[in-house]
């Protein structure tokens, strides 16, 4: 089984910082994207930002400058340094992967996606 568990979170004052984490876990072959998706109440839930495992990245417009994602592929974790946080931001966190599992001694033939148990940010004076 693969489980992705987030941390990080919490409450931060407008202009503030925090750096969510998540780390993946269980018979893991590979790694494929890891990224990280957010919703807001009575919204729909939308990437943030994503990271290839060859290091191609994506953003959310709204967070480019403010936003930085990294990961280290020795310990399956996925980062998001968040910068600068407004109110705007504030919504529930959740981590994405698409991992290549273990079938017996070989790596499945399909990548499968997971997701984190999600995170709460919220960003208020």
């Known amino acids: 089984q693969v489980q992705l568990v987030e941390s990080g979170g919490g409450l931060v004052q407008p202009g503030g910082s925090l750096r969510l984490s998540c780390t993946a876990s269980?018979?893991?072959?590979?790694?494929?994207?890891m990224g990280w998706y957010r919703q807001a109440p009575g919204k729909q839930r939308e990437l943030v930002a994503d990271?290839?495992?060859?290091?191609?990245?994506n953003y959310l417009d709204s967070v480019k400058g403010r936003f930085t994602i990294s990961r280290d592929n020795a310990k399956n974790t996925v980062y998001l340094q968040m910068n600068s946080l407004k109110p705007e931001d504030t919504a529930v966190y959740y981590c994405?992967?698409?991992?290549?599992?273990?079938?017996?001694?070989?790596?499945?033939?399909?990548?499968?996606?997971?997701w984190g148990q999600g995170t709460q940010v919220t960003v208020s004076s």
């Open positions: 990271i290839t495992n060859g290091g191609s990245l």
């Open positions: 994405n992967a698409d991992i290549i599992e273990y079938y017996g001694s070989r790596p499945k033939e399909y990548a499968s996606e997971y």
């Open positions: 269980g018979r893991i072959w590979s790694i494929a994207a």
